[in-house]
């Protein structure tokens, strides 16, 4: 405030007389911000969104948290004349409208599913803000119409803020333990339902599954019998089938943890919607006719106006957000069988966007990082170059040829464990889903020569070993096609490798947590990098092999074995898997890096943390949470083993 008192009257002046309008004002445009652009960080990938999502999501609490404080100082002071008084009168009407704020948008009430656990800390906010309110309120108090058309406003206002206390303890860990063994058994119901086409058949195998992810994300797995089922009705999808369910599935998963859905897809929660609207239309039309405008500053008027035209809008787009859902469609295929519901299903179906994730894969080239300059050391210092390594990820649109490539791995998997009559082994499961390239290698009877490069070492080293091997097969072979003019073939031969080789390194150097619990092997990669920025001729492939990888030379196969033993080197591993891998015929060299690849990714997703996964939804979504579901629903997955389930089974 001292400093406050050396500014130019006239400076003064405008900030008392716009410090509360700027912070309600403020309040509103971080609302409207959440409003829309809340939702797009499930079908985005992009950072900014994220950004901005997350500010206006820190900010908006404590704006009108504290505009809501300014409210209390200034109608302390009673002192003015009839004109201010007036304005204090219809500025202390914007209370309710704060506490309105501060239950925020269906959209968003979690930025992280770690907010759900601060469900108390927002019952006491509760509490506290709503106190702060009625003390403005009261401070104003009189008889004019403008105190009648506050009473439902501050309705609506504590039922919205109550909302978001609701559906936040609803959605913490405990809450949902609890709520996902009494809901599971009523999801078979809705199989039971004859599907008239596709998309009704996807949308009702993810309700179903969900409660089966919900349960093992709990820790909790349902028992054999449900899960044989679960096996059997993703088994008869074809891949974009699969994914389509699995994408529509995390799409009921992310409205479960992160908005209102809860709530508001409950028959309390369309009443809650239903009374919320009336009242807020109600006010603002009784505000239209019976307020004389011209008693108060036309400033405030304007913001009132705003300030009710934002909470229409907002019960507006809860109502449209309510019936162009999933949930709203599953109601109606639920209830259906006649012409109307049909004709409403399809007529949503036909207004609802299908995107329900960015459905794009995240690429981290190594070879282009590490031939731009290093940053300075103080970079990494301050944690920047974390920023900066965020820099060399392109994303690539996941392909029908990728989907049928990972889908069919895994379903083959699944059948031959099923042929074998050891579907429900732990010993053979384990042994199955923990392959990395080894399962394929196997088959093809090459595992002893390859076994140094993956069952041998680290994943993490594993991963780097075959991503530059990987790259200079594909280069070799790109060469030799180009001597035969036949080089755009080579591209499309190995698109799939180098998309998953890509998408597992940015895996390693951005989401390491993803990998398994508490990986973060950055020695191997950061020693990589190193070695790689000391290449001088990467524009030439044989140069590059030659100076990057010849340090290996002159080792027969017993001394490279016991060199790999002690130095576990990259750049050496590389040169052995590459000669190893160009000794082979090129359309078998493709397909087993083809398989190891995705048997790879396939490990990294048995091996990934349920609640990694959970934090991607919010990113745009991540390839590697869709295979995980997919193991999941096809029996590919060791948690029923790992955790003491309580086993639930589904109703015959």
Not at 12 to 37: D, P, Y
Not at 137 to 146: A, E
Not at 320 to 339: H, P, Q, R, Y
Request: with cysteine.
């Amino acid at each position: 405030m001292t400093m406050l008192k050396k500014l130019p009257e006239e400076v003064l002046n405008l900030w008392n007389n716009w410090e509360i309008r700027g912070m309600v004002l403020l309040s509103l445009l971080l609302q409207t911000i959440l409003i829309i652009f809340g939702p797009r960080r499930k079908t985005n990938a992009r950072s900014w969104i994220r950004v901005l999502v997350w500010s206006a999501y820190l900010s908006a609490d404590v704006v009108a948290t504290v505009a809501l404080g300014n409210l209390a100082r200034s109608q302390g002071d009673s002192s003015g004349d009839s004109s201010e008084k007036a304005n204090n009168s219809i500025q202390a009407f914007w209370a309710p409208f704060l506490l309105l704020h501060l239950g925020g948008p269906d959209t968003i009430t979690a930025y992280s599913i770690e907010d759900n656990e601060l469900w108390l800390r927002h019952l006491l906010g509760l509490v506290v803000q709503v106190g702060v309110a009625f003390y403005v309120f009261s401070r104003s108090w009189g008889s004019g119409i403008l105190t009648f058309i506050a009473i439902p406003m501050f309705v609506v206002g504590i039922a919205k803020y109550a909302e978001r206390t609701w559906v936040l303890w609803s959605s913490c860990s405990k809450s949902l333990k609890n709520s996902s063994l009494s809901d599971f058994g009523d999801s078979y119901s809705l199989m039971r339902t004859p599907p008239q086409d596709l998309q009704r058949d996807y949308l009702l195998q993810a309700y179903v599954f969900s409660y089966i992810s919900k349960l093992v994300m709990q820790d909790r797995v349902p028992g054999i019998p449900s899960l044989i089922k679960s096996r059997e009705l993703i088994s008869k999808n074809e891949a974009d089938g699969a994914f389509k369910v699995v994408e529509a599935e995390l799409g009921l998963i992310y409205n479960m943890l992160y908005t209102k859905a809860p709530l508001i897809y409950s028959r309390a929660g369309i009443i809650l919607r239903c009374i919320s609207s009336l009242l807020s239309v109600t006010a603002f039309i009784t505000f239209q006719v019976k307020i004389d405008k011209h008693d108060y500053s036309t400033t405030d008027i304007a913001i009132t106006y705003l300030l009710f035209a934002a909470a229409v809008f907002l019960e507006f787009y809860a109502f449209l957000c309510l019936v162009f859902s999933d949930w709203t469609m599953i109601w109606l295929i639920d209830k259906g069988g006649n012409a109307l519901t049909n004709a409403i299903y399809s007529l949503i179906r036909k207004l609802t966007r299908s995107e329900r994730w960015s459905r794009s894969i995240s690429q981290f080239n190594l070879i282009s990082s590490a031939f731009e300059s290093e940053p300075p050391k103080c970079l990494e210092l301050l944690g920047i170059d974390e920023m900066m390594r965020q820099m060399h990820v392109n994303r690539k649109d996941l392909n029908g040829e990728l989907q049928d490539l990972i889908f069919g791995h895994l379903r083959k998997k699944a059948e031959k464990m099923k042929e074998d009559l050891n579907f429900f082994d732990k010993n053979l499961r384990s042994k199955v889903i923990r392959q990395r390239g080894d399962g394929v290698l196997e088959r093809e009877g090459l595992l002893l020569d390859f076994k140094w490069c993956t069952t041998e070492v680290e994943f993490s080293r594993s991963i780097l070993v075959w991503y530059l091997a990987t790259d200079i097969c594909y280069r070799v072979d790109k060469d030799a096609s180009n001597a035969d003019k036949d080089g755009s073939n080579v591209s499309t031969e190995y698109e799939t490798s180098r998309c998953l080789s890509e998408y597992m390194m940015y895996l390693l150097v951005i989401r390491p947590n993803m990998l398994s619990k508490g990986f973060g092997d950055d020695e191997g990669y950061l020693e990589t990098l190193r070695d790689l920025r000391g290449v001088k001729y990467h524009g030439d492939v044989v140069a590059f092999i030659s100076e990057c990888y010849g340090e290996s030379r002159g080792y027969d196969d017993r001394g490279f074995q016991s060199f790999w033993k002690t130095d576990k080197s990259v750049l050496s591993g590389v040169d052995r898997l590459a000669r190893q891998l160009l000794l082979l015929e090129p359309e078998k060299r493709r397909d087993m890096i083809n398989g190891v690849w995705v048997e790879m990714v396939a490990y990294a997703a048995a091996q990934c943390p349920w609640k990694e996964h959970t934090h991607q939804l919010r990113r745009g979504g991540e390839l590697l949470t869709h295979v995980s579901l997919l193991m999941l629903h096809l029996g590919l997955t060791e948690h029923n083993y790992m955790f003491p389930a309580t086993f639930v089974e589904a109703p015959e």
